[in-house]
């Protein structure tokens, strides 16, 4: 009996994820509007060449930055080292769109380096001397400086791992520093590092908050557009359904890499705690240089920029109610968190009790509500309340129940849910990962029941990796755009959407008083539990 | 303890849903802080709280049809006739704008039964006075925007642009779908460089020397030259002037910012008297103080900005009804589409 129940609600979790793809894919053989007509014969290659040329430079500057400063700070002693290796985190308190804000910003006409230029060398037109970074190349900037951190939470962790022995063997061969990195150390971290350019490559499909400012035309904003503009939802949905084929293969990459992950964590056997090379002159102020740059690029930039504002346009700072936007943020952080990682570990434990081959693939399958962009997902839950609600609900005679789910923040959480489950429930997979299945046969020996197991045993040994989680669940949602925009109640702002709402209305210098707010916080967030996000991963 | 918080957390969740008021919900795309002025103004008046949720027109207005009956907006507010038109097209309004007050207040064409103007803007075309030459300009319409003697010179925001659809529903409503498709591949001709940035953006690539001429609302200007926006870009808009186009024909084309009434309105009778107050002279004045938009209704002045620098004495186009740009709505987006207009 206690089989059953555990094996139905992790059934039952599994399927409520599967609800917007499964609307998504139902919808697919529905027919289309002239818009898909019109699009063929003019936008259509463009917007995927736009989705693709955009996710490949994301992929490619985040593998450079993430592997390059992982590789410096593990292997390396240098001036400010030990200050890069949990600074360079900070750049996951600035989202994707305020980067793109203090592009702006910085680089517009007349924007804050014609001031700086003005005022170090007198009046002049500096407006066609100073580059623009806006559009493809500014959509492609603001979101690798945002996340190439996963490319180097993970090369850091994998780098760290590696044992003396590797190093020695580069040397032995009498490699460069330069060839033992790409000929022995790159490779051997290299599931690590596919592990997070697939996470990279996820959030750069699903981003929308700094696309849609340069408004780039990529495959979710031509989904976006054929749903809005054109009441095509079929459309919307079928171009969804090639996104989504797109993302799969990423996430199937991804699980086949994690899977050799394990394989060389496994070799184990002579690990000698490395020891880290200090470096002089030129060497060393090379190495502090690189770091520098890029902390200073995805970090202090758009911190001083949305700082800069707040000071030259100081009457924004009291038109907001911060307290209020802090403790909204707040109340969906605690409540999200706790809901997902209450059911994650349900259904969790449910696949580690059952073993049933079903079960496990509708948890793989069901994990990737994270790869699906934050606007589909609302799109499709609206759609599915509606549609339950009308055929369902009514007819039997009930009142409409889509005031409870829609503009609310029970439906918001819920999509939440959807989008983040993955990270909880992959976390805590790779927890328990680490728990051998005879621990629970020897609980069971003892009397212990399924229950008892899971509360007494399990949740200590979980403790660290359910911490990371809520870390990792509290950034996303500070940052969440899109969900929160398109279903939040009435009266309900969080920083995110009130930096939003600014600067589409073209008043970036409002935007820049929750953006600094929102920055901050994550930053303070991220360097109290820094040291639990770089010991976790090196686990 | 934690029990508690998590039952009065979960409880909290349900009762937000139901809380019932004298109040009104508003799905809102105007984003001013003048605007929250207005609303709180208004709610100490008459003690109606005022409900606001902010977002872009689309998902607002995405929301209210996928909610149907059961939707709990009164009022959609939005800083596009065409938006508004497009929403009663699809039938998700209902008719009772029609108080006294209202008529009093507004043009005809610049309402229905079921949405009206709350405050004014027209779509003008910015020049640089150092490289356009009267004579270029002289007679100068929307239509000349596609003339090949502007070819490179041209900036305009992108076509999916809510503003540019109304004006290309506007051009479609006077010279018919083929005209304007082909209109639409001349401007695109025409243009310095891809469409991007927002109107603002197109006004100081006229000032930074990008472009000779740009497309762009009238409160832009304003709002530059108010120093709002910094000194620099002050100055920037001093190096611009703003031209009325199509002044020998039917005028220049304006727009609104329009309220709706949405079908279904739980709250209908004070939807009504929140539009009547937006109208109201002290409404419309701070309006134009603050948005630097034109008043909807006669006997307030715009903002001596927006009087000195742009001028009041031009005709405005009375005669296109603004209803026509949310039926051309998506016939516009096409044209552009079609003639490449990113």
Not at chain 1, 197 to 208: G, I, N, R, W
Not at chain 2, 198 to 204: E, K, P, T
Not at chain 2, 240 to 246: D, I, Q, R, S
Request: glycine content about 6%; proline content about 3%.
């Amino acid at each position: 009996m206690k089989f059953n129940s555990w094996y139905l609600s992790s059934f039952l979790i599994s399927c409520f994820v599967l609800i917007p793809i499964i609307t998504v894919f139902t919808s697919f053989f529905e027919s289309t509007s002239n818009y898909y007509e019109i699009l063929k014969n003019t936008f259509l290659i463009e917007y995927i060449l736009n989705s693709v040329t955009l996710l490949f430079s994301v992929l490619l500057l985040t593998f450079i930055f993430g592997t390059g400063t992982a590789y410096l700070v593990s292997f390396y002693k240098f001036p400010g080292s030990n200050f890069f290796k949990w600074a360079l985190i900070l750049s996951f308190a600035v989202p994707p769109y305020i980067y793109a804000y203090s592009l702006t910003a910085f680089f517009e006409n007349y924007g804050t380096a014609f001031t700086i230029l003005k005022n170090l060398f007198g009046d002049a037109n500096y407006n066609k001397s100073i580059p623009k970074f806006d559009g493809m190349l500014g959509a492609i900037l603001s979101i690798s400086f945002s996340l190439f951190a996963y490319v180097y939470i993970l090369a850091r962790a994998s780098f760290l791992y590696q044992s003396q022995n590797l190093i020695d063997l580069g040397k032995n061969l009498g490699f460069s520093k330069f060839k033992s990195f790409y000929k022995v150390i790159l490779p051997s971290a290299r599931p690590a590092i596919v592990a997070g350019l697939s996470l990279v490559a996820m959030e750069t499909l699903a981003e929308f908050g700094a696309v849609d400012f340069f408004s780039i035309n990529t495959l979710t904003t031509g989904i976006y557009n054929s749903w809005i503009y054109f009441d095509d939802l079929a459309f919307a949905n079928r171009i969804s359904f090639f996104l989504l084929l797109f993302i799969f293969s990423l996430f199937i990459l991804e699980n086949l890499s994690r899977r050799k992950a394990k394989y060389h964590l496994n070799s184990g056997g002579g690990f000698k705690q490395k020891e880290k090379i200090k470096l002089f002159g030129m060497e060393a102020f090379s190495a502090f240089m690189f770091c520098f740059i890029i902390f200073f690029i995805s970090f202090l930039f758009p911190l001083s920029q949305m700082l800069y504002w707040t000071l030259k346009f100081p009457e924004n700072l009291f038109n907001l109610q911060i307290v209020n936007l802090f403790f909204n943020t707040l109340y969906l952080v605690t409540l999200s968190s706790f809901v997902l990682l209450f059911f994650s570990l349900i259904s969790n434990y449910g696949n580690r009790v059952s073993k049933n081959k079903i079960l496990n693939f509708l948890s793989t399958l069901s994990i990737s509500g994270y790869a699906i962009p934050g606007v589909i997902l609302a799109i499709a839950f609206i759609t599915f309340i509606a549609w339950f609600d009308n055929s369902i609900v009514k007819s039997l005679g009930f009142t409409s129940i889509k005031k409870i789910f829609i503009g609310s923040i029970l439906g918001l959480v819920l999509v939440y849910f959807i989008r983040f489950y993955s990270l909880a429930f992959n976390g805590i997979k790779s927890g328990y990962e680490k728990i051998n299945i005879s621990v629970d046969e020897s609980a069971y020996l003892l009397g212990y029941s399924k229950r008892k197991t899971f509360m007494n045993i399990h949740i200590p040994f979980l403790r660290n990796s359910l911490l990371f989680i809520i870390i990792l669940i509290s950034l996303e949602i500070i940052r969440e755009l899109p969900i929160t925009l398109i279903l939040r109640p009435f009266n309900f702002e969080t920083f995110a959407t009130t930096a939003y709402i600014s600067a589409s209305e073209d008043l970036l210098e409002a935007a820049a008083v929750p953006s600094l707010f929102l920055i901050l916080i994550a930053s303070l967030f991220i360097i109290f539990t820094s040291k639990h996000i770089l010991r976790e991963t090196n686990e | 303890m934690k029990k508690i918080t998590i039952i009065t957390l979960i409880t909290t969740l349900f009762v937000s849903t139901f809380a019932i008021a004298n109040e009104v919900n508003v799905f809102n795309a105007r984003h001013y802080k003048a605007d929250a002025e207005l609303y709180s103004k208004f709610t100490s008046m008459t003690g109606i709280k005022v409900n606001l949720i902010n977002g872009k027109s689309g998902a607002l207005e995405k929301r209210i049809i996928e909610e149907g009956a059961d939707s709990s907006a009164d009022l959609y507010i939005t800083a596009d006739a065409g938006r508004c038109g497009a929403m009663d097209a699809k039938g998700y309004l209902q008719g009772g704008l029609t108080s006294k007050a209202i008529k009093a207040a507004v043009p005809k064409s610049f309402r229905t039964s079921k949405w009206v103007g709350i405050a004014k803007r027209a779509r003008i075309i910015y020049y640089s006075p150092e490289r356009v030459t009267g004579a270029e300009l002289s007679g100068m319409s929307y239509e000349g925007l596609a003339d090949p003697k502007w070819k490179g010179r041209l900036v305009i925001r992108k076509s999916s642009n809510i503003y540019n659809k109304s004006l290309v529903a506007s051009l479609i409503e006077n010279n018919g779908k083929k005209a304007t498709a082909e209109w639409a591949k001349g401007v695109v001709a025409n243009m310095a460089r891809d469409s991007k940035g927002n109107d603002r953006a197109q006004i100081m690539a006229v000032a930074a020397g990008e472009a000779d001429i740009a497309v762009a609302n009238t409160y832009y200007l304003a709002l530059m030259l108010s120093g709002k926006k910094g000194a620099e870009q002050q100055e920037a808009a001093k190096k611009v002037k703003a031209f009325f186009p199509n002044q020998n024909g039917r005028g220049t084309h304006m727009n609104v910012s329009c309220a709706a009434l949405v079908k279904g309105a739980p709250n209908k009778d004070n939807a009504v008297k929140l539009v009547e107050f937006l109208l109201t002279p002290q409404s419309q004045e701070h309006f134009t103080n603050n948005t630097f938009e034109f008043p909807m209704i006669d006997g307030v002045s715009p903002s001596p900005l927006v009087v000195n620098n742009l001028g009041l004495d031009f005709q405005q186009d009375m005669k296109t009804k603004l209803a026509s740009y949310g039926k051309n709505q998506a016939a516009a987006l096409e044209v552009m589409t079609a003639a490449g207009w990113k």
